[in-house]
T-cell receptor, first 110, second 112 residues
Framework: GQNIDQPTEMTATEGAIVQINCTYQ??????LFWYQQHAGEAPTFLSY????GLEEKGRFSSFLSRSKGYSYLLLKELQMKDSASYLC???????????FGGGTRLMVKP | SAVISQKPSRDICQRGTSLTIQCQVD?????MFWYRQQPGQSLTLIAT?????????ESGFVIDKFPISRPNLTFSTLTVSNMSPEDSSIYLC?????????FGSGTRLTVV
């Protein structure tokens, strides 16, 4: 089975940096995904990690440590529009489907 | 990237009735998935829709309640049968691509 944990809510200030952590315990691992979801909208893809290390994409970076079952999403230069839910999802070895964590609701304040 | 057209976008249904949700993809994809997202919560996988064979359901979801069709590589339907207020949720389809997964815009279902 899969168990994926992330904080329920976080608050940060506009212009600051925030790190959203995700820990997972899975029976198999074939990649970790981060999605952003604004209220009432579908999730949109942010990043993908399958090897250890940091993947950087503009203001967003994602890190993975497979030995620790740990990932984080780093958001820099926060903007008000970054207020959303951030979903960590793991792909296992069988079936190619994603299993999602509970999501982290980020509120960016002026 | 693939574009998914999902409909209806929302519906209000009477308990005991059924609703069929459709997803059309603009390219052929091998794997399609159906998720449920209850208010304020994350996504839970209902089933994997397999072309040419029966869907594969996750624990807690059964074919009689959520029958799925996948007649070809660009289309799938999910039916929510004999609805009750507990079925009020957002339902999303998703496809697996080489570089990741894309989601439909979702169907917001309210059962009264």
């Amino acid at each position: 089975g899969q168990n994926i944990d992330q904080p329920t809510e976080m608050t940060a200030t506009e212009g600051a940096i925030v790190q959203i952590n995700c820990t997972y315990q899975t029976s198999g691992f074939n990649g970790l995904f981060w999605y952003q979801q604004h209220a009432g909208e579908a999730p949109t893809f942010l990043s993908y990690n399958v090897l250890d290390g940091l993947e950087e994409k503009g203001r967003f970076s994602s890190f993975l440590s497979r030995s620790k079952g740990y990932s984080y999403l780093l958001l820099k230069e926060l903007q008000m529009k970054d207020s959303a839910s951030y979903l960590c999802a793991v792909r296992g070895n069988a079936g190619n489907m994603l299993t999602f964590g509970g999501g982290t609701r980020l509120m960016v304040k002026p | 990237s693939a574009v998914i057209s999902q409909k209806p976008s929302r519906d209000i249904c009477q308990r005991g009735t059924s609703l069929t949700i459709q997803c059309q993809v603009d390219s052929q994809v091998t794997m399609m998935f159906w998720y449920r997202q209850q208010p304020g919560q994350s996504l839970t996988l209902i089933a994997t829709a397999n072309q040419g064979s029966e869907a594969t359901y996750e624990s807690g979801f059964v074919i009689d309640k959520f029958p799925i069709s996948r007649p070809n590589l660009t289309f799938s339907t999910l039916t929510v049968s004999n609805m009750s207020p507990e079925d009020s949720s957002i339902y999303l389809c998703s496809v697996a691509l080489v570089y990741g997964y894309t989601f439909g815009s979702g169907t917001r279902l309210t059962v009264v």
